[in-house]
């Protein structure tokens, strides 16, 4: 029976949860807001089904295979704004949805908590676009998506690496003609506990409530600058940039993940799904073309399906570009985040304060944060912010 003794060894990926025949795991919130499984001992009948579903207690050894790499843009300028790069999920997607199947991804409920979810209608697909940087829950979907499997439908199953890894295992590292498995690369994952707090902090009238949420809003100053943004009903708007908001700055920092992600065992350029999908911020190196602030998303094409079907996308215009061009710099496929020395002490003020004192002890509004701000909105608008961060990437050897 799964028995977590180290919170490194648990990515939360709810494998075990949904293969056990007697359904007496639970998956259980622990005081960082993060969780993991539960055993009903008195219920266990000792099967092992759980341990042997695990992704982390079953590694999937790396092994080298051709792939195939991509930039893809989709045209449709509202698509294209509403997602995080350059909107090829739904490009995808929407080939899975043609062809009469179900497509698994993250959403918020109405709540603005994080789940997984499946949708069957190409309008539906909205709710998975632009990243959620928060843990999403599982729940019972492994189970939901092999159940459209079995029966014969198409079925895309999406997410972080941990969790398409961990549904892979679920269905015996099988090969469903009719699967299409697509994770995103993954810095790492933040505490539903800490969005939580976040999204309620400063609501001073309980009958203002949130409206909208998006992690990577790129309506003022573009993909290279995209901004959190909050809209609540009472018609204020939140938004901020990563070196000003706190929410991202503690992600950012590595304070606020789940203890897995500082020890990922997920990260590697060939992996289980059939397409990697991730940022381009420099689609300049690749093809000037894309290069207009608007996004590119980059994938990579681990099976011939995948190949496939990116080739035929619709109303997209794609790049190839050789794999080992697109790994190069791609730091967040392969490494894994350091974790702050700080960050046991951050959770525990998050426990015992107010949000409104963490921020401002962990995210003062400093000088050095107003300068930065400045300097980014400012050459933002004139059109000068990212050739100067070019020079500067380029006097230090990044680039
Ligand atoms: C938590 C997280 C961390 C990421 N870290 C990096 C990074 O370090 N570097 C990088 O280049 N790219 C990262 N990405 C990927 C990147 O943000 C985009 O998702 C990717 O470029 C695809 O964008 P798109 O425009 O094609 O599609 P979009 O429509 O923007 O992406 C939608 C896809 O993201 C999935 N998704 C959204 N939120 C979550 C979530 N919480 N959990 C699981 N799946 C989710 C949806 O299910 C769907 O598959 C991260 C994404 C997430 C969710
Ligand atoms: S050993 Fe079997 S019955 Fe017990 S928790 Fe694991 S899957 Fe469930
Ligand atoms: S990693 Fe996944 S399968 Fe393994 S114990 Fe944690 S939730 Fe269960
Ligand atoms: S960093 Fe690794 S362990 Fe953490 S969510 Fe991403 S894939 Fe999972």
Known sequence: MISIKDKKQCCGCSACMNACPINCISMVEDEEGFRYPHVDTAKCINCGKCERVCPILNVEPEEKFEQKAFLIRNMDEQILKESTSGGAFTAIAKEIIDAGGVVFGAAFDDQFEVHHTYVEKYEDLKIFRNSKYVQSNIESTYKEAKAFLDAGRQVLYSGTPCQVEGFWHFIGRRKYENLILIDVVCRAVPSPLV????????????????????????????????????????GEVREAGVESDPYLRAFFSNLSDRPSCYECKFKKKYRVSDITIWDCFDVYLHDKSFDDNKGVTRALAHSEKGRQIIENLKNCKIKEITADAAVRKANELVNTVRENPSRNDFFIDLGKMEFDELVEKWFPDSLKVKSERFIRENFEKLGIYRPTKRVVRKLLGKE
């Open 195 to 234: 969005w939580r707090k976040y999204r309620e902090f400063g609501i001073k009238n309980s009958e203002n409530t949130l409206q909208e949420a998006a992690f990577r809003d790129k309506n003022k100053y573009g993909y290279q600058y995209s901004q959190i943004r909050l809209k609540f009903s009472d």
